[in-house]
């Protein structure tokens, strides 16, 4: 997997939606849920990384999420694997939210 691939996930999944003013849905939404409840928040957490991916990656061809323990997020952090298809070859991120 490329370098540049792995450098714009991590630019879409840093952002917050409406941080880019000429470009509003630009970002993930996650960053909206991470003072909620997480036992209602996480399947719509990995739902936005998901939607965002998708939206504006046109690279990936098929993304997947998994949550990371939940020792990590006791102590604030959110980790999730991030496992996507480019050009028929599969990577694999792993991406950490903390509060």
């Known amino acids: 997997m490329s370098d540049a ?6 630019t879409i999944l ?9 470009s509003p ?3 993930c939404g996650i960053w909206e849920r991470l003072d909620k ?4 928040q996480m399947p719509l957490m990995i739902a936005d990384i998901v939607q965002a991916l998708k939206q504006h990656e046109e ?3 098929s993304v997947s999420v ?15 694997i991030i496992t996507y298809e480019e050009e028929g070859q599969t ?3 792993s991406f950490v939210f903390s509060k």
Request: charged share 30%.
């Open 59 to 61: 690279r990936i061809t």
């Open 5 to 10: 691939l792995d450098k714009s996930i991590d």
């Open 14 to 22: 840093k952002t917050r939606k409406g941080e880019k003013i000429h």
């Open 66 to 80: 998994q949550a990371q323990s939940d020792s990590e997020i006791l102590s604030g952090c959110f980790s999730f």
């Open 91 to 93: 990577g694999e991120s």
């Open 25 to 27: 849905e630009f970002g």
């Open 37 to 40: 409840p997480i036992s209602q």
